[in-house]
């Protein structure tokens, strides 16, 4: 079941985001251990592009289970916006603590 649910995340739901003007890539981590047992991290050519109307619009699509109300992770504390002034991902040094999924 979890491996179906990878393919489909990976091949389905991931694709759509990357179609957005501004999305430059995501990449797709899974913990060693603790929680929560998968990350996602888009990279954006700027910090509006999950403000757009295309990211809404790719969002909106998604199935409700996954993506939830608009904000839904950011008001639950499991989600937040990093400021701009946080280092370009290619430049932090990994901490052994997560391996990538998806490149």
């Known amino acids: 079941?979890?491996?179906?649910f990878n393919d489909w995340y990976n091949t389905?739901?991931?694709p759509p985001y990357l179609t957005v003007p501004g999305c430059l890539g995501a990449r797709r981590f899974v913990a060693i251990d603790g929680q929560p047992?998968?990350?996602?991290v888009y990279e954006f050519e700027h910090?509006?592009?999950?403000?757009?109307?295309?990211?809404?619009?790719?969002?909106?699509?998604?199935?409700?289970e996954l993506s939830g109300p608009p904000g839904?992770?950011?008001r639950q504390g499991l989600a937040r916006r990093l400021p701009?002034?946080?280092p370009e991902i290619g430049s932090l040094k990994s901490s052994g603590r997560r391996r990538p999924a998806l490149q």
């Open 1 to 4: 079941m979890e491996e179906e």
């Open 12 to 14: 389905a739901y991931i």
């Open 37 to 40: 047992k998968y990350l996602t």
């Open 47 to 64: 910090a509006a592009v999950s403000e757009t109307a295309e990211w809404a619009k790719v969002r909106d699509g998604q199935p409700m």
């Open 72 to 74: 839904n992770a950011a």
């Open 84 to 86: 701009p002034s946080i």
